[in-house]
């Protein structure tokens, strides 16, 4: 079946550091992927998606490529900020949309001034 | 701008009580989504609802109930809580475009439930 795998947390980094986080897929086809974040005692808001292989899905400074080949979405952002403190979460829909989205477990950031 | 509630942001309740957790959507979606998020574990699927009066299992069913009898809510009962059902649960709708499950998903902010 479908599935994702997240980089494990928690990552911690000082503010103005380099970000990534590593996501890869198992899915028939070509799923749609996506990242979504969930600040602290909040709700999952959606950050970024791409729908096709080589697109890029950009949102407040991150960005992430969609690897056909390497099965990969990783999240990344040039020089993150103590405001990016959350949970990250990677997840796919497949291309039927029989089933509904599939997410891995979620990365835990913490920036630090 | 889309707006997905949740009845209560804290819920403290007895082990044994029926608990019901309510969720509106005001974007008229079709689809609506229950999880349930535990740390180290992420969020699993307990039931979504493609539709008014459908309803079908997720990945942890078992323990639970829903109802959708109007599009904009979507309820998750728990017929007689456990202290195994303490947990941060989320609820979620999308659009179902094409007839798909798989659209961007809109999330509520969440009720922390303890069960004592």
């Known amino acids: 079946g479908n599935s994702v795998t997240q980089m494990e947390g928690p990552v911690t980094l000082s503010e103005e550091a380099f970000l990534t986080i590593n996501c890869t897929y198992t899915a028939t086809g070509y799923p749609s992927l996506f990242w979504y974040v969930q600040y602290p005692g909040e709700g999952l808001q959606l950050l970024l998606k791409?729908?096709?292989?080589?697109d890029k899905g950009s949102n407040k400074g991150f960005e992430a490529t969609y690897r056909k080949e390497t099965t990969s979405f990783h999240l990344e952002k040039g020089s993150v900020q103590v405001s990016d403190s959350a949970v990250y979460f990677c997840?796919?829909?497949?291309?039927?949309?029989?089933?509904?989205?599939?997410f891995g477990k979620g990365t835990r950031l913490s920036v630090i001034a | 701008d889309v707006k997905v509630t949740q009845s209560s942001r804290y819920l403290v309740k007895r082990t044994g009580e029926k608990v019901f957790l309510e969720c509106v959507q005001d974007?008229?979606?079709?689809?609506m989504f229950w999880y349930r998020q535990d740390p180290g574990l992420g969020l699993r699927l307990i039931y979504f609802?493609?539709?008014?009066?459908?309803?079908e299992k997720g990945d942890i069913p078992e323990g639970y109930s829903v109802s959708r009898e109007k599009k904009e809510r979507f309820s998750l009962i728990l017929e007689s809580a456990s202290t195994n059902q303490t947990s941060m649960y989320l609820c979620?709708?999308?659009?179902?475009?094409?007839?798909?499950?798989?659209?961007?998903?809109?999330f509520g902010p969440g009720t922390r439930l303890l069960v004592l």
């Open positions: 997840a796919l829909s497949d291309r039927a949309g029989n089933t509904p989205l599939v």
């Open positions: 974007m008229d979606h079709e689809n």
């Open positions: 791409a729908t096709k292989a080589d």
């Open positions: 979620a709708s999308s659009s179902r475009t094409s007839g798909s499950l798989g659209e961007t998903q809109y």
């Open positions: 609802s493609y539709d008014v009066k459908m309803k």
